[in-house]
């Protein structure tokens, strides 16, 4: 767990760094930062959504079907997530640290917890680096995030403040469990259904974008389960093709 470690201390280094530049910075400047990481977030989401075309991915569950096996993991991840609440249940986790940790009441503390707790956490490097890091293969992908995810925390911290170091609390649990799986399992994902995990982030990515631009307010983490059962249904998919 070298990787994941490396990875927490750069969010809580850009996070010190972001807080304290942050208070230098007037509110316009702050709502123009979050606008960027709203615009970047769609970037970013292209970028994992054009998974979708992956070769393998298409080659696996047939022509056609890729958008199908993502809408299918969203609309089932979403019923899972709505069932267990699990947006509420971040959003209560956020207040409690904030109840812990921040003396101010600007309502930001949750934001960034949760903002960048998703960034942070989706996308193909958070699984396949804590794989790699697992399986003793090196950690060279989690210490490109971790430079990736020290310069958002800046931005992000200037924009939210503290909320944002919480995250590395999620990065660490999160990444912690997929490094133990590599570790106990050894590689348990094809690369077909790494990809179909990674389009259903980029939708997530679409929706964290629209939060941060205030476009809408997506229940994005009721829609986490979708990132587990995009694998499952890729291969249930692939085995009917």
Request: proline share 2%.
């Amino acid at each position: 767990m070298i990787g994941t470690l490396i990875n927490v201390v750069a969010i809580l280094i850009g996070t010190t760094l972001g807080t304290l530049i942050g208070s230098r910075i007037p509110n316009r400047t702050r709502t123009l930062v979050t606008d960027a990481l709203g615009l970047v977030s769609f970037l970013a989401a292209a970028g994992a959504a054009s998974a979708m075309w992956n070769a393998d991915f298409v080659e696996a569950v047939g022509e056609g079907w890729p958008i199908l096996v993502v809408l299918g993991s969203l609309l089932i991840g979403g019923l899972i997530g709505s069932a267990l609440r699990i947006e509420d249940r971040l959003n209560g986790l956020g207040k409690i640290l904030e109840r812990k940790f921040s003396k101010s009441d600007d309502g930001n503390f949750v934001a960034g917890f949760i903002s960048a707790s998703l960034i942070f956490c989706v996308g193909p490097m958070a699984i396949l680096g804590s794989i790699s890091d697992g399986l003793g293969e090196g950690n060279s992908l989690l210490i490109l995030k971790s430079v990736m995810d020290g310069f958002a925390a800046i931005a992000f911290a200037a924009a939210l403040g503290w909320g944002v170091a919480a995250s590395a609390l999620s990065v660490l649990v999160y990444q912690g469990a997929w490094s133990a799986v590599g570790f106990a399992l050894g590689s348990v994902l094809a690369e077909y259904q790494i990809a179909a995990m990674t389009s259903v982030g980029g939708m997530l990515l679409v929706g964290i974008g629209m939060r941060l631009l205030n476009i809408k307010i997506i229940a994005i983490g009721d829609l986490l389960p979708a990132l587990a059962i995009a694998p499952l249904l890729a291969v249930l998919v692939a085995n009917l093709h």
